[in-house]
């Protein structure tokens, strides 16, 4: 599977971004996709994420702020981020992986886009 981040970039505190991930290649051997972040010094971690069925995850810190979408017939999955905050500026990464009974057997990682919120 490879994956096709883009959309990130620079914007004001308050601002909004859309984030997309495209992918391909052995999309039917996946039931999940999302996106994690990593803030310079600090460690990766999850912002949101969506099953095939529709079932989505939000980290705390970005609930009612961002909203993880899919498009099945382009293979893509969006993160649109609103009220975006100086704690926010990350590189994000688009994942896809397969879990079973709540364990993850095996993902992948696009090759990560820069969000910079600042005024």
């Known amino acids: 599977v490879q994956l096709q981040a883009s959309g990130g970039g620079l914007v004001q505190p308050g601002g909004s971004l859309r984030l997309s991930c495209a992918a391909s290649?052995?999309?039917?051997?996946?039931?999940?996709m999302g996106w994690y972040r990593q803030a310079p010094g600090k460690e990766r971690e999850l912002v949101a994420t969506?099953?095939?069925?529709?079932?989505?995850n939000y980290a705390d810190s970005v609930k009612g702020r961002f909203t993880i979408s899919r498009d099945n017939a382009k293979n893509t999955v969006y993160l649109q981020m609103n009220s975006l905050k100086p704690e926010d500026t990350a590189i994000y990464y688009c994942?896809?992986?397969?879990w079973g009974s709540g364990l993850l057997i095996y993902d992948y990682w696009g090759q990560g886009t820069l969000v910079t919120v600042s005024s």
């Open positions: 290649g052995g999309i039917f051997s996946i039931n999940t």
């Open positions: 969506r099953t095939n069925g529709g079932t989505t």
């Open positions: 994942n896809a992986g397969l």
